[in-house]
């Protein structure tokens, strides 16, 4: 479409020129100096549109808000721990309560290390956040967001008119306007071209940035989440030695008890290996948000250039078309 744009451009001048190509008027009128009359014509500068934003909210881990087990210093329970005890009883069955005094410590540190929680600690789980009763022994989170939108973890350019094409004509004066339209297009698309170029440049700059960013934000992510396993682990640990140390004064409370404090701990596992994943991959969201919104305006200001240069050729053709009028008095060059 644009290589026949500009041919009917040349076209449109060499009609308008040839019907002044007579040879029968006795009184020459002076060649006009195309040069320059249209040394003036530029391709306008145009204001660059910076790329939108990329908004973004980081996750969020909040440990267990019921402290009833972690605070339980030994001796009698409490009538909350009791109660607790007894919320665990009605939820999960001794068959479920049994299995989950029976998981490893190794089974529990490959969790810690990204693996998937063992299938008899995720039945329970699923079974425990289902009593509103128990919420406050599990963690709470917030997953990542970019541009609004959640993440889990789970162009070409168009180009610039091409040269109108020669205008074949023998007579001296359109063999002059022919000339003058040639380099007035020429310069006017080396305008056009510097512009372009920072058009590019800038993107590419964006570009860069948006990769770089990923490559930082990635970086601090791994201590982040080794820090909340590390706090998870600290609280286990205290808590299980302490129902240990008392499991004779807590009797039949003590294995249901030991199963829900495994169940909060596998489950604060769980989400920060989830989160960790989301956030990575949150990092790659922004950066390709960041590329998609440099691409989007390096297109808008690519049209804002080009549509300047062709302005600037339109009115170059009509100047030069304007001027080439008179060229019918001069004599066929002699």
């Given at each position: ?184 297009i020429n310069k006017l698309k080396a305008d056009a071209k510097t512009q372009q170029d920072k058009v590019d440049a800038e993107a590419q700059k964006q570009i860069t940035d948006a990769n770089a960013a990923e490559t930082s934000c990635k970086a601090g992510i791994p201590a982040t989440f080794a820090a909340y396993r590390t706090a998870a682990k600290t609280q286990f640990d205290a808590t299980m030695a302490t129902l ?91």
């Open positions: 479409m644009k290589k026949r744009y500009a041919s009917l451009f040349a076209y449109g001048l060499f009609a308008t020129l040839a019907l002044y190509n007579c040879k029968d008027h006795e009184t020459p009128t002076p060649t006009p100096d195309f040069e320059n009359e249209v040394s003036g014509i530029v391709v306008e500068q145009v204001t660059l549109t910076a790329p939108a934003a990329v908004t973004a909210q980081s996750s969020t881990f909040t440990a267990p808000t019921n402290t009833t087990i972690s605070s339980y210093t030994g001796g009698a329970p409490s009538q909350a721990v009791q109660d607790a005890a007894g919320q665990v009883s009605s939820t999960l069955s001794n068959g479920e309560i049994t299995a989950l005094n029976n998981i490893t410590p190794a089974q529990l540190q490959d969790v810690a290390n990204g693996g998937t929680l063992p299938a008899d600690l995720k039945t329970a789980l699923d079974k425990i956040k289902a009593n509103p009763a128990l919420a406050g022994f599990l963690p709470t989170f917030t997953l990542p967001q970019v541009n609004g939108s959640a993440v889990t973890g789970r162009t070409g350019l168009p180009e610039l008119l091409d040269q109108v094409e020669a205008i074949k004509a023998d007579d001296a004066c359109l063999k002059k306007a022919q000339d003058a339209l040639a380099n007035v240990d140390n008392n499991q004779a004064a807590l009797g039949t409370n003590y294995a249901i008890l030991k199963a829900l404090v495994i169940v909060s701990y596998g489950s604060a596992l769980d989400t920060i290996n989830a989160l960790e994943k989301a956030e990575t991959a949150a990092c790659t969201a922004k950066k390709n948000a960041a590329i998609a919104n440099a691409n989007a305006a390096k297109t808008e200001n690519t049209n804002k250039v080009t549509a300047a240069l062709n302005k600037g050729l339109t009115t170059a053709n009509d100047k030069i078309k304007e001027l080439a009028a008179p060229c019918h008095n001069q004599g066929g060059g002699k």
